[in-house]
T-cell receptor
Framework: DTGVSQNPRHKITKRGQNVTFRCDPI?????LYWYRQTLGQGPEFLTY????????KSRLLSDRFSAERPKGSFSTLEIQRTEQGDSAMYLC???????????????FGEGSRLTVL | AQSVTQPDIHITVSEGASLELRCNYS??????LFWYVQSPGQGLQLLLK??????LVQGIKGFEAEFKRSQSSFNLRKPSVHWSDAAEYFC??????????????FGRGTSLIVHP
């Protein structure tokens, strides 16, 4: 299957611990997005990359959050000193930008669910 | 800034009945518009999209949506709902301008409940 892959699918951690999520996008996609989804809400934008460059970050992304896409392929999202309010589903999506025009749809992974105790 | 409103948090229909889920957007020009479906514990799957052209778009699983510029709406419809359609549905808008950031914005979702 060549879809977007995320792992781990589930992570339970204690408050104050660090966690890292990984996302492998569709191989030819140059854009990669991280969204956060809490119960009863739609996905909220966190950050996105075009190739290895992080182009934009949401104000939701506090300094405890950091994302990387070192070689323009997979990406990691790290949360340091987790808090109970970080409990959510973290969704990764990828898309393809062609030429100068913004294009299309995002292809989502199945998400990584974080529970902070 | 673009935004999306899905006014219905829950919709309940009987199996076989028709369905319409509402979506209103705010954007200064003609946007890109999407409907996604999310089953419990799963990621989002694209149902259909509108970029330009024909304002009535067909999607997967028998869904369709109509872009109405005058109403800033992009409502999702299905003529006959199946029990397997029970899920969360999200409308999203993306900016169509060349250059700049491309960050699709999602509505809060509508939960579809299907009664047998």
């Amino acid at each position: 299957d060549t879809g977007v892959s995320q792992n781990p699918r589930h992570k339970i951690t204690k408050r104050g611990q660090n966690v890292t999520f990984r996302c492998d996008p569709i191989s030819e996609h140059n854009r990669l997005y991280w969204y956060r989804q809490t119960l009863g809400q739609g996905p909220e934008f966190l950050t996105y990359f075009q190739n290895e460059a992080q182009l934009e970050k949401s104000r939701l992304l506090s300094d405890r959050f950091s994302a990387e896409r070192p070689k323009g392929s997979f990406s990691t999202l790290e949360i340091q000193r987790t808090e109970q309010g970080d409990s959510a589903m973290y969704l990764c999506a990828s898309s393809l930008r062609q030429g100068a025009r913004n294009t299309g749809e995002l292809f989502f992974g199945e998400g990584s669910r974080l529970t902070v105790l | 800034a673009q935004s999306v409103t899905q006014p219905d948090i829950h919709i309940t229909v009987s199996e076989g009945a028709s369905l319409e889920l509402r979506c209103n957007y705010s954007y200064g020009a003609t946007p890109y518009l999407f409907w996604y479906v999310q089953s419990p514990g799963q990621g989002l799957q694209l149902l259909l999209k509108y970029f330009s052209g024909d304002t009535l778009v067909q999607g997967i699983k028998g869904f369709e949506a109509e872009f109405k510029r005058s109403q800033s709406s992009f409502n999702l419809r299905k003529p006959s709902v199946h029990w397997s359609d029970a899920a969360e549905y999200f409308c999203a808008v993306g900016n169509s301008a060349s250059g700049g950031s491309y960050i699709p914005t999602f509505g809060r979702g509508t939960s579809l409940i299907v009664h047998p």
